[in-house]
T-cell receptor, first 115, second 113 residues
Framework: KAGVTQTPRYLIKTRGQQVTLSCSPISGHRSVSWYQQTPGQGLQFLFEYFSETQRNKGNFPGRFSGRQFSNSRSEMNVSTLELGDSALYLC??????????????FGPGTRLTVL | GESVGLHLPTLSVQEGDNSIINCAYSNSASDYFIWYKQESGKGPQFIIDIRSNMDKRQGQRVTVLLNKTVKHLSLQIAATQPGDSAVYFCAEKGWDTGNQFYFGTGTSLTVIP
């Protein structure tokens, strides 16, 4: 099976712009989670989507949003970019997330740089 | 002002030696644990997992030990190779956290040839 894919791999934006990142989960996986990874904060949970619904949300401002499509592909959007949004954004997929032992598999990430 | 980054624990080992990476967790409801390996510029890669009803699990050259009494997890890598150089994260989730995993800060492993 193909792994989790994320596009684009690299992005450079300026403050105030918005950005959309895309994630395609492993075939058959229905849960998609997003994380932000920075040297200062480590891996921080953004949100999780399952069956096109946000099921869980981390402690991020409303500028961070996401959605999931019927084919389980997911997008996240960051509006009004700030310098502090520069990070590696990781997507992880799991079969359903309902089983307590559902493993999450990560994509390669999108490296966002805000200038 | 100056920003302070996470202080990643570091571990340096000689090629061929065994490595032990430790992780502490705090949630008593944690019942599933994963170790990930992250190489520079890549996403975290699944290494091995363990459920809370187990104390030990072995994979290829890796062993995970779980001590629920002291809430401690360790990853042992046998015969460490240069390709093992990476940052290693433990992740845990509990029956009370849905599908949300909580990640440790990571340990940077350097293998000296």
């Amino acid at each position: 099976k193909a792994g989790v894919t994320q596009t684009p791999r690299y992005l450079i934006k300026t403050r105030g712009q918005q950005v959309t990142l895309s994630c395609s989960p492993i075939s058959g996986h229905r849960s998609v989670s997003w994380y932000q990874q920075t040297p200062g904060q480590g891996l921080q949970f953004l949100f999780e989507y399952f069956s096109e619904t946000q099921r869980n949300k981390g402690n991020f401002p409303g500028r961070f949003s996401g959605r999931q499509f019927s084919n389980s592909r997911s997008e996240m959007n960051v509006s009004t970019l700030e310098l502090g949004d520069s990070a590696l954004y990781l997507c992880a997929s799991s079969p359903s997330g309902r089983a307590s032992t559902d493993t999450q598999y990560f994509g390669p990430g999108t490296r966002l740089t805000v200038l | 002002g100056e920003s302070v980054g996470l202080h990643l624990p570091t571990l340096s080992v000689q090629e061929g030696d065994n490595s032990i990476i430790n992780c502490a967790y705090s949630n008593s409801a944690s019942d599933y644990f994963i170790w990930y390996k992250q190489e520079s510029g890549k996403g975290p890669q699944f290494i091995i997992d363990i459920r809370s009803n187990m104390d030990k699990r072995q994979g290829q050259r890796v062993t995970v030990l779980l001590n629920k009494t002291v809430k401690h997890l360790s990853l042992q890598i046998a015969a460490t190779q240069p390709g093992d150089s990476a940052v290693y994260f433990c992740a845990e989730k509990g029956w009370d956290t849905g599908n949300q995993f909580y990640f440790g800060t990571g340990t940077s492993l350097t293998v000296i040839p």
